[in-house]
Protein backbone atom coordinates (compact mmCIF):
# COMPACT_ATOMS: atom_id res chain seq x y z
CA UNK A 1 0.00 0.00 0.00
CA UNK A 2 2.80 2.53 1.27
CA UNK A 3 4.95 1.60 -2.08
CA UNK A 4 1.92 2.24 -4.44
CA UNK A 5 1.12 5.30 -2.59
CA UNK A 6 5.13 6.14 -3.50
CA UNK A 7 4.62 5.55 -7.18
CA UNK A 8 1.38 7.96 -7.35
CA UNK A 9 3.27 10.92 -6.07
CA UNK A 10 6.36 9.61 -8.66
CA UNK A 11 3.63 10.02 -11.53
CA UNK A 12 2.07 13.26 -10.45
CA UNK A 13 5.58 14.88 -10.41
CA UNK A 14 6.83 13.36 -13.36
CA UNK A 15 3.28 14.92 -14.74
CA UNK A 16 3.92 18.41 -13.53
CA UNK A 17 7.80 18.47 -14.79
CA UNK A 18 6.21 17.28 -18.01
CA UNK A 19 3.76 19.88 -18.36
CA UNK A 20 6.30 22.64 -17.22
CA UNK A 21 9.03 21.76 -20.77
CA UNK A 22 5.27 21.74 -22.78
CA UNK A 23 4.58 25.43 -21.45
CA UNK A 24 7.94 26.45 -22.17
CA UNK A 25 8.61 24.74 -25.40
CA UNK A 26 4.75 26.84 -26.23
CA UNK A 27 6.48 29.73 -25.45
CA UNK A 28 9.60 29.35 -27.58
CA UNK A 29 7.35 28.41 -29.98
CA UNK A 30 5.16 31.54 -29.88
CA UNK A 31 8.37 33.67 -29.73
CA UNK A 32 9.91 32.17 -32.72
CA UNK A 33 7.04 32.97 -34.42
CA UNK A 34 6.61 35.92 -33.27
CA UNK A 35 10.04 37.29 -34.39
CA UNK A 36 10.17 35.15 -37.41
CA UNK A 37 7.18 37.30 -38.78
CA UNK A 38 9.48 40.27 -37.85
CA UNK A 39 12.27 38.84 -39.44
CA UNK A 40 10.34 38.13 -42.60
CA UNK A 41 8.61 41.93 -42.17
CA UNK A 42 11.98 43.41 -42.14
CA UNK A 43 13.19 41.47 -45.01
CA UNK A 44 9.97 42.64 -47.14
CA UNK A 45 10.67 46.53 -45.93
CA UNK A 46 14.13 46.25 -47.34
CA UNK A 47 13.51 44.76 -50.57
CA UNK A 48 10.59 46.87 -51.26
CA UNK A 49 13.30 50.07 -50.08
CA UNK A 50 16.08 48.40 -52.57
CA UNK A 51 13.16 48.41 -55.64
CA UNK A 52 11.93 52.18 -54.88
CA UNK A 53 15.61 53.31 -53.91
CA UNK A 54 16.31 51.66 -57.85
CA UNK A 55 13.67 53.81 -59.94
CA UNK A 56 13.14 57.16 -58.23
CA UNK A 57 15.39 59.95 -59.56
CA UNK A 58 17.27 61.39 -56.49
CA UNK A 59 20.05 59.13 -55.09
CA UNK A 60 21.28 58.20 -51.62
CA UNK A 61 24.99 58.34 -50.22
CA UNK A 62 25.97 58.10 -46.77
CA UNK A 63 29.75 58.30 -45.78
CA UNK A 64 31.42 59.21 -42.38
CA UNK A 65 32.87 62.60 -41.48
CA UNK A 66 36.00 62.02 -43.26
CA UNK A 67 33.76 60.58 -46.11
CA UNK A 68 34.45 57.58 -46.39
CA UNK A 69 31.24 55.89 -48.27
CA UNK A 70 29.45 53.06 -46.90
CA UNK A 71 26.02 53.34 -48.37
CA UNK A 72 25.31 53.81 -52.27
CA UNK A 73 21.34 53.87 -53.24
CA UNK A 74 20.65 51.64 -55.87
CA UNK A 75 19.79 54.50 -57.92
CA UNK A 76 22.82 56.68 -57.99
CA UNK A 77 24.19 55.31 -61.43
CA UNK A 78 21.23 57.95 -62.93
CA UNK A 79 22.77 60.73 -62.10
CA UNK A 80 26.43 59.86 -61.84
CA UNK A 81 26.26 57.01 -64.28
CA UNK A 82 28.72 54.65 -62.13
CA UNK A 83 27.64 51.87 -61.05
CA UNK A 84 27.19 51.80 -57.02
CA UNK A 85 29.06 49.24 -56.55
CA UNK A 86 31.99 51.05 -58.29
CA UNK A 87 31.23 54.39 -56.34
CA UNK A 88 32.20 51.89 -53.33
CA UNK A 89 34.76 50.81 -54.87
CA UNK A 90 36.68 54.57 -55.14
CA UNK A 91 35.75 54.55 -51.27
CA UNK A 92 35.20 58.37 -50.77
CA UNK A 93 32.47 61.12 -51.51
CA UNK A 94 35.46 62.92 -53.10
CA UNK A 95 35.21 60.56 -55.89
CA UNK A 96 31.90 62.54 -56.99
CA UNK A 97 31.30 66.04 -55.29
CA UNK A 98 34.01 69.18 -55.88
CA UNK A 99 35.63 69.82 -51.97
CA UNK A 100 34.63 72.52 -49.69
CA UNK A 101 31.04 71.34 -50.99
CA UNK A 102 29.54 72.33 -46.88
CA UNK A 103 31.11 73.67 -43.75
CA UNK A 104 30.75 71.05 -40.82
CA UNK A 105 30.38 73.35 -38.26
CA UNK A 106 27.35 74.43 -40.05
CA UNK A 107 26.02 71.30 -40.12
CA UNK A 108 26.59 70.46 -37.01
CA UNK A 109 24.45 73.20 -35.49
CA UNK A 110 21.65 72.84 -37.99
CA UNK A 111 21.93 69.31 -37.88
CA UNK A 112 20.63 69.26 -41.93
CA UNK A 113 21.87 71.46 -45.01
CA UNK A 114 19.36 71.63 -47.90
CA UNK A 115 19.42 72.81 -51.80
CA UNK A 116 22.94 73.07 -52.27
CA UNK A 117 23.86 73.53 -55.46
CA UNK A 118 26.65 72.20 -57.19
CA UNK A 119 28.25 71.10 -60.55
CA UNK A 120 29.53 67.82 -61.66
CA UNK A 121 30.76 65.83 -64.61
CA UNK A 122 29.09 62.15 -64.73
CA UNK A 123 31.18 59.02 -66.06
CA UNK A 124 31.20 60.17 -69.93
CA UNK A 125 32.02 63.72 -69.13
CA UNK A 126 28.46 65.31 -69.45
CA UNK A 127 27.76 68.17 -67.15
CA UNK A 128 25.17 67.82 -64.34
CA UNK A 129 23.60 70.55 -62.25
CA UNK A 130 22.51 68.98 -58.59
CA UNK A 131 20.58 70.02 -55.56
CA UNK A 132 22.55 68.32 -52.57
CA UNK A 133 20.88 68.25 -49.05
CA UNK A 134 23.29 66.74 -46.25
CA UNK A 135 21.75 65.41 -42.91
CA UNK A 136 23.18 64.20 -40.34
CA UNK A 137 22.42 60.59 -39.50
CA UNK A 138 23.60 57.42 -38.00
CA UNK A 139 22.47 54.21 -40.38
CA UNK A 140 24.53 51.93 -42.25
CA UNK A 141 27.89 52.93 -40.40
CA UNK A 142 27.90 56.22 -41.54
CA UNK A 143 27.30 59.68 -39.65
CA UNK A 144 26.24 61.87 -43.12
CA UNK A 145 23.80 61.21 -45.30
CA UNK A 146 23.87 62.88 -49.22
CA UNK A 147 20.62 63.17 -50.97
CA UNK A 148 21.05 64.10 -54.44
CA UNK A 149 18.70 66.07 -57.35
CA UNK A 150 19.75 66.34 -60.82
CA UNK A 151 18.25 69.40 -61.88
CA UNK A 152 19.87 69.89 -65.57
CA UNK A 153 17.01 70.05 -67.49
CA UNK A 154 15.07 72.23 -65.45
CA UNK A 155 17.75 74.45 -65.36
CA UNK A 156 18.17 73.84 -69.18
CA UNK A 157 14.14 74.61 -69.51
CA UNK A 158 14.52 77.87 -67.57
CA UNK A 159 17.44 78.80 -69.94
CA UNK A 160 15.69 78.30 -72.57
CA UNK A 161 12.73 80.01 -71.12
CA UNK A 162 14.59 83.28 -70.38
CA UNK A 163 15.85 83.43 -73.99
CA UNK A 164 12.71 82.55 -75.60
CA UNK A 165 11.37 85.58 -73.04
CA UNK A 166 14.11 87.96 -74.23
CA UNK A 167 13.63 86.79 -77.99
CA UNK A 168 9.98 87.73 -78.01
CA UNK A 169 10.50 91.03 -75.84
CA UNK A 170 12.92 91.71 -78.64
CA UNK A 171 10.48 90.89 -81.66
CA UNK A 172 7.72 92.45 -80.04
CA UNK A 173 9.75 95.88 -79.60
CA UNK A 174 10.93 95.38 -83.40
CA UNK A 175 6.85 94.80 -84.44
CA UNK A 176 5.78 97.51 -82.26
CA UNK A 177 8.92 99.74 -83.63
CA UNK A 178 7.38 98.68 -87.53
CA UNK A 179 3.95 99.05 -87.10
CA UNK A 180 4.92 102.91 -85.07
CA UNK A 181 6.86 103.46 -88.49
CA UNK A 182 3.90 102.04 -90.54
CA UNK A 183 1.29 104.04 -88.94
CA UNK A 184 3.38 106.72 -89.45
CA UNK A 185 4.17 106.54 -93.00
CA UNK A 186 0.28 105.81 -93.74
CA UNK A 187 -0.11 108.61 -91.88
CA UNK A 188 1.77 110.90 -94.12
CA UNK A 189 -0.03 109.24 -97.25
CA UNK A 190 -3.61 109.83 -95.88
CA UNK A 191 -2.68 113.43 -95.44
CA UNK A 192 -0.59 113.89 -98.38
CA UNK A 193 -3.68 112.81 -100.52
CA UNK A 194 -5.03 116.74 -100.43
CA UNK A 195 -5.87 116.74 -104.26
CA UNK A 196 -8.20 113.36 -104.81
CA UNK A 197 -9.23 111.24 -101.77
CA UNK A 198 -10.26 111.73 -98.09
CA UNK A 199 -10.48 109.17 -95.16
CA UNK A 200 -12.65 109.42 -92.38
CA UNK A 201 -14.46 107.24 -89.66
CA UNK A 202 -17.86 107.48 -88.55
CA UNK A 203 -19.69 105.98 -85.23
CA UNK A 204 -23.13 104.14 -85.50
CA UNK A 205 -24.76 107.30 -84.86
CA UNK A 206 -23.51 109.03 -88.10
CA UNK A 207 -20.91 111.59 -85.71
CA UNK A 208 -17.67 112.02 -87.81
CA UNK A 209 -14.94 110.84 -85.26
CA UNK A 210 -12.05 111.23 -88.06
CA UNK A 211 -11.98 112.92 -91.16
CA UNK A 212 -8.77 114.04 -93.10
CA UNK A 213 -7.10 117.01 -93.84
CA UNK A 214 -7.83 116.64 -97.70
CA UNK A 215 -11.23 117.42 -97.08
CA UNK A 216 -10.00 121.12 -96.90
CA UNK A 217 -9.09 121.01 -100.39
CA UNK A 218 -11.87 118.72 -101.67
CA UNK A 219 -14.78 120.64 -99.94
CA UNK A 220 -13.28 123.71 -98.67
CA UNK A 221 -13.90 122.77 -94.47
CA UNK A 222 -11.07 122.41 -91.81
CA UNK A 223 -11.05 119.00 -89.97
CA UNK A 224 -12.43 120.46 -87.02
CA UNK A 225 -15.52 121.90 -88.57
CA UNK A 226 -16.31 117.90 -89.66
CA UNK A 227 -15.36 115.87 -86.67
CA UNK A 228 -17.83 115.55 -83.77
CA UNK A 229 -20.97 116.62 -86.34
CA UNK A 230 -23.09 114.18 -88.19
CA UNK A 231 -22.42 113.45 -91.70
CA UNK A 232 -25.87 114.36 -92.45
CA UNK A 233 -25.76 118.15 -92.05
CA UNK A 234 -23.02 117.94 -94.90
CA UNK A 235 -25.27 115.80 -97.22
CA UNK A 236 -28.00 117.83 -99.41
CA UNK A 237 -30.83 115.81 -98.22
CA UNK A 238 -32.66 117.06 -100.98
CA UNK A 239 -30.80 115.06 -103.20
CA UNK A 240 -32.23 111.54 -105.37
CA UNK A 241 -29.44 110.42 -103.70
CA UNK A 242 -30.47 110.87 -100.33
CA UNK A 243 -32.97 108.42 -99.20
CA UNK A 244 -29.97 105.34 -100.80
CA UNK A 245 -27.94 106.66 -98.55
CA UNK A 246 -29.98 106.34 -95.25
CA UNK A 247 -30.43 102.52 -96.39
CA UNK A 248 -26.49 102.28 -96.56
CA UNK A 249 -26.25 103.08 -93.29
CA UNK A 250 -28.45 100.78 -92.09
CA UNK A 251 -27.05 98.00 -93.72
CA UNK A 252 -23.91 98.71 -92.90
CA UNK A 253 -23.62 98.47 -88.88
CA UNK A 254 -26.47 95.79 -89.53
CA UNK A 255 -23.15 93.77 -90.78
CA UNK A 256 -24.52 93.48 -94.05
CA UNK A 257 -21.81 94.50 -96.95
CA UNK A 258 -22.49 97.15 -98.95
CA UNK A 259 -21.18 98.69 -102.56
CA UNK A 260 -19.31 101.67 -103.50
CA UNK A 261 -21.71 104.39 -103.23
CA UNK A 262 -22.38 108.01 -104.64
CA UNK A 263 -23.67 111.15 -102.15
CA UNK A 264 -24.32 114.54 -103.01
CA UNK A 265 -21.84 116.67 -100.52
CA UNK A 266 -22.27 120.11 -99.86
CA UNK A 267 -18.93 122.24 -99.95
CA UNK A 268 -18.19 125.43 -98.10
CA UNK A 269 -18.84 127.45 -100.69
CA UNK A 270 -22.78 126.57 -101.19
CA UNK A 271 -22.18 124.18 -104.45
CA UNK A 272 -23.11 120.18 -104.24
CA UNK A 273 -20.27 118.03 -105.40
CA UNK A 274 -20.86 114.32 -105.96
CA UNK A 275 -18.29 112.05 -104.18
CA UNK A 276 -17.98 108.45 -104.62
CA UNK A 277 -17.57 106.74 -101.04
CA UNK A 278 -16.30 103.01 -100.29
CA UNK A 279 -17.22 101.52 -96.74
CA UNK A 280 -15.56 99.02 -94.43
CA UNK A 281 -17.06 98.13 -90.84
CA UNK A 282 -15.24 98.07 -88.06
CA UNK A 283 -16.19 95.27 -85.44
CA UNK A 284 -15.23 94.87 -81.73
CA UNK A 285 -14.25 91.58 -79.76
CA UNK A 286 -18.12 90.06 -80.23
CA UNK A 287 -17.93 90.57 -83.94
CA UNK A 288 -20.04 93.94 -83.66
CA UNK A 289 -19.89 96.59 -86.23
CA UNK A 290 -18.64 99.96 -83.59
CA UNK A 291 -17.84 102.11 -86.32
CA UNK A 292 -17.47 102.65 -90.01
CA UNK A 293 -14.35 103.29 -92.25
CA UNK A 294 -13.83 104.58 -96.02
CA UNK A 295 -12.62 106.85 -98.14
CA UNK A 296 -13.82 109.01 -100.55
CA UNK A 297 -13.12 111.04 -103.64
CA UNK A 298 -14.55 114.09 -105.70
CA UNK A 299 -15.80 112.59 -109.04
CA UNK A 300 -17.83 115.93 -110.26
CA UNK A 301 -15.94 116.90 -112.53
CA UNK A 302 -15.65 113.36 -113.97
CA UNK A 303 -19.07 113.24 -114.45
CA UNK A 304 -19.24 116.40 -115.84
CA UNK A 305 -16.63 115.57 -118.76
CA UNK A 306 -19.10 112.14 -119.08
CA UNK A 307 -22.13 114.57 -119.37
CA UNK A 308 -20.30 116.28 -122.05
CA UNK A 309 -18.92 113.28 -124.14
CA UNK A 310 -22.89 111.77 -123.73
CA UNK A 311 -24.13 114.64 -125.12
CA UNK A 312 -21.52 114.65 -128.33
CA UNK A 313 -22.00 111.19 -128.88
CA UNK A 314 -25.37 111.94 -128.99
CA UNK A 315 -24.86 114.67 -131.43
CA UNK A 316 -22.26 112.43 -133.43
CA UNK A 317 -25.01 109.88 -134.06
CA UNK A 318 -27.56 112.72 -134.99
CA UNK A 319 -25.16 114.03 -137.28
CA UNK A 320 -24.22 110.69 -138.48
CA UNK A 321 -27.86 109.62 -138.70
CA UNK A 322 -28.22 112.66 -140.83
CA UNK A 323 -25.17 112.45 -143.15
CA UNK A 324 -26.50 108.55 -143.93
CA UNK A 325 -29.12 110.20 -144.57
CA UNK A 326 -27.94 112.78 -146.78
CA UNK A 327 -25.71 109.68 -148.49
CA UNK A 328 -28.60 107.72 -149.00
CA UNK A 329 -30.57 110.34 -150.58
CA UNK A 330 -28.07 110.99 -152.83
CA UNK A 331 -26.56 107.80 -153.48
CA UNK A 332 -28.02 107.50 -156.78
CA UNK A 333 -26.45 110.61 -157.81
CA UNK A 334 -23.34 109.83 -156.22
CA UNK A 335 -23.43 106.26 -158.44
CA UNK A 336 -23.18 108.74 -161.48
CA UNK A 337 -21.02 110.59 -160.60
CA UNK A 338 -18.51 108.79 -158.60
CA UNK A 339 -15.46 110.83 -158.91
CA UNK A 340 -17.29 113.49 -157.26
CA UNK A 341 -18.74 111.18 -154.99
CA UNK A 342 -15.03 109.49 -154.24
CA UNK A 343 -13.73 112.90 -153.39
CA UNK A 344 -16.37 113.91 -151.14
CA UNK A 345 -16.05 110.33 -149.44
CA UNK A 346 -12.26 109.87 -149.22
CA UNK A 347 -12.10 113.23 -147.10
CA UNK A 348 -14.16 111.96 -144.71
CA UNK A 349 -12.02 110.79 -141.52
CA UNK A 350 -14.32 108.22 -140.59
CA UNK A 351 -14.34 104.96 -141.93
CA UNK A 352 -17.10 104.46 -145.07
CA UNK A 353 -17.91 100.96 -146.14
CA UNK A 354 -20.76 99.87 -148.09
CA UNK A 355 -21.75 95.95 -147.61
CA UNK A 356 -24.59 93.70 -148.90
CA UNK A 357 -26.30 91.33 -146.40
CA UNK A 358 -23.89 88.34 -147.65
CA UNK A 359 -20.53 90.80 -146.44
CA UNK A 360 -18.74 91.17 -149.16
CA UNK A 361 -17.48 94.50 -149.59
CA UNK A 362 -19.06 97.01 -152.80
CA UNK A 363 -17.16 100.42 -151.60
CA UNK A 364 -14.89 101.48 -149.38
CA UNK A 365 -13.25 105.04 -149.06
CA UNK A 366 -10.05 106.02 -148.47
CA UNK A 367 -9.48 106.82 -144.75
CA UNK A 368 -10.63 102.77 -144.46
CA UNK A 369 -7.99 101.79 -146.51
CA UNK A 370 -5.28 103.54 -144.81
CA UNK A 371 -6.76 102.11 -141.56
CA UNK A 372 -6.44 98.41 -143.08
CA UNK A 373 -2.98 99.78 -144.97
CA UNK A 374 -4.79 98.17 -147.90
CA UNK A 375 -6.28 99.08 -151.49
CA UNK A 376 -9.64 99.55 -152.85
CA UNK A 377 -8.80 96.48 -155.05
CA UNK A 378 -7.78 93.98 -152.29
CA UNK A 379 -10.84 95.17 -150.18
CA UNK A 380 -13.90 95.31 -152.39
CA UNK A 381 -15.17 92.08 -152.36
CA UNK A 382 -13.54 90.99 -149.63
CA UNK A 383 -16.19 90.10 -146.27
CA UNK A 384 -16.81 93.15 -143.97
CA UNK A 385 -17.69 90.38 -141.31
CA UNK A 386 -14.72 87.57 -141.45
CA UNK A 387 -12.50 90.10 -139.65
CA UNK A 388 -14.97 90.29 -136.25
CA UNK A 389 -14.21 88.60 -133.93
CA UNK A 390 -16.95 85.30 -133.75
CA UNK A 391 -18.10 86.64 -130.67
CA UNK A 392 -18.95 89.88 -131.72
CA UNK A 393 -19.47 88.74 -135.05
CA UNK A 394 -22.63 86.95 -133.50
CA UNK A 395 -24.16 90.11 -131.43
CA UNK A 396 -23.66 92.27 -134.49
CA UNK A 397 -25.78 89.74 -136.52
CA UNK A 398 -28.42 89.17 -133.96
CA UNK A 399 -28.52 93.34 -133.73
CA UNK A 400 -28.98 93.86 -137.49
CA UNK A 401 -31.36 91.21 -137.77
CA UNK A 402 -33.72 93.47 -135.96
CA UNK A 403 -33.59 96.37 -138.84
CA UNK A 404 -36.19 97.66 -140.49
CA UNK A 405 -37.40 100.41 -142.47
CA UNK A 406 -39.07 102.27 -139.46
CA UNK A 407 -35.76 101.50 -137.53
CA UNK A 408 -33.02 101.14 -139.53
CA UNK A 409 -30.17 102.06 -137.58
CA UNK A 410 -27.85 99.80 -135.21
CA UNK A 411 -24.96 101.16 -133.54
CA UNK A 412 -21.98 98.67 -132.04
CA UNK A 413 -18.84 98.64 -131.18
CA UNK A 414 -17.03 95.67 -132.00
CA UNK A 415 -13.50 93.79 -131.97
CA UNK A 416 -11.85 92.84 -135.66
CA UNK A 417 -8.47 91.17 -135.89
CA UNK A 418 -6.51 93.33 -138.26
CA UNK A 419 -3.99 91.99 -140.94
CA UNK A 420 -1.13 92.42 -138.89
CA UNK A 421 -2.64 89.93 -135.79
CA UNK A 422 -3.30 92.51 -134.01
CA UNK A 423 -7.07 92.97 -132.22
CA UNK A 424 -8.32 96.57 -132.09
CA UNK A 425 -11.90 97.75 -131.51
CA UNK A 426 -14.35 99.73 -134.08
CA UNK A 427 -17.37 102.14 -133.56
CA UNK A 428 -20.05 101.53 -135.89
CA UNK A 429 -23.07 102.89 -137.19
CA UNK A 430 -24.87 100.51 -139.47
CA UNK A 431 -27.76 101.44 -141.71
CA UNK A 432 -29.49 99.23 -143.41
CA UNK A 433 -30.82 100.54 -147.03
CA UNK A 434 -34.09 99.26 -148.67
CA UNK A 435 -36.10 99.17 -151.77
CA UNK A 436 -39.28 100.74 -152.27
CA UNK A 437 -40.73 97.73 -151.63
CA UNK A 438 -39.15 97.56 -148.10
CA UNK A 439 -36.79 94.43 -149.16
CA UNK A 440 -32.99 94.70 -147.98
CA UNK A 441 -30.49 95.54 -149.99
CA UNK A 442 -27.19 96.48 -148.35
CA UNK A 443 -26.00 98.07 -145.53
CA UNK A 444 -24.08 101.79 -145.71
CA UNK A 445 -21.74 101.81 -142.55
CA UNK A 446 -20.06 104.55 -140.81
CA UNK A 447 -17.16 103.94 -138.05
CA UNK A 448 -13.13 104.81 -136.41
CA UNK A 449 -11.13 103.10 -134.55
CA UNK A 450 -12.21 103.65 -130.84
CA UNK A 451 -9.27 101.27 -129.43
CA UNK A 452 -7.35 103.44 -127.82
CA UNK A 453 -10.20 104.68 -125.48
CA UNK A 454 -11.90 101.36 -124.71
CA UNK A 455 -7.53 100.36 -123.58
CA UNK A 456 -8.09 103.57 -121.40
CA UNK A 457 -11.61 102.50 -120.26
CA UNK A 458 -10.51 99.22 -119.64
CA UNK A 459 -7.05 100.43 -117.74
CA UNK A 460 -9.30 102.66 -115.52
CA UNK A 461 -11.53 99.56 -114.51
CA UNK A 462 -8.69 97.67 -113.57
CA UNK A 463 -7.06 100.30 -111.42
CA UNK A 464 -10.15 100.61 -109.52
CA UNK A 465 -10.52 97.17 -109.11
CA UNK A 466 -6.73 96.99 -108.01
CA UNK A 467 -7.26 99.44 -105.67
CA UNK A 468 -10.32 97.97 -104.42
CA UNK A 469 -8.64 94.89 -103.69
CA UNK A 470 -5.53 96.48 -102.09
CA UNK A 471 -7.56 98.48 -99.57
CA UNK A 472 -9.13 95.10 -98.34
CA UNK A 473 -4.91 94.29 -97.10
CA UNK A 474 -3.82 94.27 -93.50
CA UNK A 475 -0.48 96.29 -93.20
CA UNK A 476 1.34 93.32 -93.02
CA UNK A 477 0.01 91.73 -95.90
CA UNK A 478 1.19 94.59 -97.98
CA UNK A 479 4.68 94.21 -96.80
CA UNK A 480 4.43 90.96 -97.54
CA UNK A 481 2.81 91.62 -101.35
CA UNK A 482 6.16 94.06 -101.85
CA UNK A 483 8.36 91.86 -101.44
CA UNK A 484 6.84 88.77 -103.04
CA UNK A 485 6.43 91.27 -106.06
CA UNK A 486 10.03 91.99 -105.84
CA UNK A 487 10.75 88.15 -105.84
CA UNK A 488 11.78 87.46 -102.75
CA UNK A 489 11.03 84.33 -101.22
CA UNK A 490 9.41 82.95 -98.48
CA UNK A 491 12.25 82.87 -96.32
CA UNK A 492 13.80 86.31 -97.34
CA UNK A 493 10.61 87.53 -96.59
CA UNK A 494 10.66 85.93 -93.29
CA UNK A 495 14.26 87.61 -92.68
CA UNK A 496 13.51 90.73 -93.40
CA UNK A 497 9.91 91.07 -91.38
CA UNK A 498 11.28 89.20 -88.55
CA UNK A 499 8.46 86.55 -88.90
CA UNK A 500 8.21 82.40 -89.51
CA UNK A 501 8.10 81.21 -92.59
CA UNK A 502 4.90 79.63 -91.74
CA UNK A 503 3.39 82.99 -90.90
CA UNK A 504 4.89 84.37 -93.92
CA UNK A 505 3.36 81.62 -95.99
CA UNK A 506 -0.54 82.31 -94.12
CA UNK A 507 -0.25 86.04 -94.81
CA UNK A 508 0.66 84.82 -98.21
CA UNK A 509 -2.01 82.60 -98.50
CA UNK A 510 -4.53 85.50 -97.00
CA UNK A 511 -3.48 88.19 -99.86
CA UNK A 512 -3.73 86.22 -103.08
CA UNK A 513 -7.37 84.68 -101.60
CA UNK A 514 -8.43 88.44 -100.86
CA UNK A 515 -6.65 89.82 -104.32
CA UNK A 516 -8.30 86.86 -106.10
CA UNK A 517 -5.12 85.90 -107.97
CA UNK A 518 -3.20 82.72 -108.64
CA UNK A 519 -0.05 82.70 -108.89
CA UNK A 520 2.61 85.37 -108.55
CA UNK A 521 3.02 86.31 -112.37
CA UNK A 522 -0.79 87.51 -111.63
CA UNK A 523 0.33 89.42 -108.32
CA UNK A 524 2.66 91.00 -110.09
CA UNK A 525 0.43 92.66 -112.89
CA UNK A 526 -2.11 93.82 -110.44
CA UNK A 527 0.49 95.42 -109.05
CA UNK A 528 1.82 97.17 -112.61
CA UNK A 529 -1.47 98.37 -112.83
CA UNK A 530 -1.74 100.43 -109.41
CA UNK A 531 2.26 101.08 -110.14
CA UNK A 532 1.65 102.62 -113.81
CA UNK A 533 -1.54 104.66 -112.68
CA UNK A 534 0.73 106.31 -110.20
CA UNK A 535 3.17 107.09 -112.13
CA UNK A 536 0.79 108.35 -114.31
Not at 125 to 146: E, F, K, Q, S
Not at 173 to 187: G, K
Not at 256 to 283: C, Q, Y
Not at 451 to 468: F, V
Request: charged share 30%.
Amino acid sequence: MTESRKTNAKLVDENRRLRAQVAQLEDRLDHLAEHGTAAMALKESDSLHRDVMSVVADAVLIADDAGRLSYVSPNAHLIFGHAPADILKQGRISFLLPGNLFDPDVLEQRREITNIECQIRDAVGRARNLLVTIRRVNAHGGTVLYAFRDVTERLKIQLDNELLAFTLERRVEESTRELRESRERFRRMVEGLRDEYLFYATDPDGIVRYISPSVHTILGYTPQQIIGQNWRKYVDTSHKLFPELERLEQMHFAGISTPMFRAPVLHANGTVRILEFRDAPVRDADGRVIASEGIGKDITERLEKDEALRRAHEELEIRVEKRTAELTAKNQELLESRERYQSVVDDQLEFIVRWRSDGNRIFINESYCRYCNASQQELVGSNFLSAIVEEDRELLMRELARVSVKSPVVTLEHRVVMPDGRTAWEHWTHRALFNPDGELIEYQSVGSDVTERRRREKQAQELAAALAQLRTLTDREHDVMRLVVAGDANKVIARKLGLSVKTIEKHRSNLMKKLQVCSVPELVRLAMIVEESSDV
